[in-house]
């Protein structure tokens, strides 16, 4: 079992920047990705960013270019620096855990994060 813990979540206004960040607990495997994703009201969880144990990231091209997805393995931590963000970021942000593996994949409960404009 693996429990993903999330924190940061608010109110920004448009433009601003804001971070979030989740760490993992339990039976952590080497080999992992961890990961945000979101889901707006009446829209399907999508992809935020990615990032592998070895520091691979995978960004939505939506976020490219505002958004830094980094970890911290020794704390088995991910965190996502959000800037020049806009009210269609407007969501609940959900961590992921991913070992492919093991078959494993793990959701934290999600924190809302939103955008005034």
């Known amino acids: 079992q693996v429990q993903l813990v999330e924190s940061g979540g608010g109110l920004v206004q448009a433009g601003g920047s804001h971070s979030i960040s989740c760490t993992a607990s339990?039976?952590?495997?080497?080999?992992?990705?961890m990961g945000w994703y979101r889901q707006a009201p009446g829209q399907e969880r999508e992809l935020v960013a990615t990032?592998?144990?070895?520091?691979?990231?995978n960004y939505a091209d939506s976020v490219k270019g505002r958004f830094t997805i980094s970890r911290d393995n020794g704390q088995n931590t991910v965190y996502l620096q959000m800037n020049s963000l806009k009210p269609e970021d407007t969501a609940v942000y959900y961590c992921n855990y991913k070992q492919y593996r093991n078959h494993l994949d793990y959701w934290g409960q999600g924190i809302q994060v939103t955008v005034s404009s």
């Open positions: 339990g039976s952590i495997f080497r080999f992992n990705v």
């Open positions: 990032v592998a144990d070895g520091r691979v990231t």
